[in-house]
C-alpha cells in the first residue's frame, strides 16, 4: 500500500521509497525515511495535496509524492 492510498485519521509506518534520483532524495531530506510513523491529518477533496504529520511537524505532500511511498 502507498501513503496515497491511506485514509484521513490513519498512523502507518514507512515500509520504503520507491522512485530514485533527487525526488527520492527530496522525501528523504522532508524526514520521511524507513521506519518512521505518518499520521495522515487531512486529505483535499480531489486527493491532492495529503496533509500528514511527521516527525512532530506538518507536511503537504502531492499525490505523485505520497505514491512513491510505500507504507504498512
Given at each position: 500500500?502507498?501513503?496515497k492510498?491511506?485514509?484521513?485519521?490513519?498512523?502507518?509506518?514507512?515500509?520504503?521509497?520507491k522512485?530514485?534520483?533527487?525526488?527520492?532524495?527530496?522525501?528523504?531530506?522532508m524526514?520521511i525515511t524507513?521506519?518512521?510513523?505518518?499520521?495522515?491529518?487531512?486529505?483535499a477533496?480531489?486527493g491532492?495535496?495529503?496533509?500528514v504529520?511527521?516527525?512532530?511537524?506538518?507536511?503537504s505532500l502531492r499525490k505523485?509524492?505520497?505514491?512513491?511511498i510505500?507504507?504498512e
Open positions: 500500500m502507498t501513503l492510498e491511506v485514509k484521513c485519521g490513519e498512523t502507518v509506518t514507512v515500509k520504503r521509497l522512485g530514485d534520483g533527487p525526488v527520492r532524495r527530496r522525501i528523504m531530506d524526514g524507513k521506519g518512521i510513523p505518518v499520521y495522515v491529518r487531512k486529505v477533496p480531489l491532492d495535496p495529503v496533509e504529520t511527521v516527525r512532530g511537524y506538518e507536511l505523485t509524492d505520497a505514491d512513491m510505500e507504507v
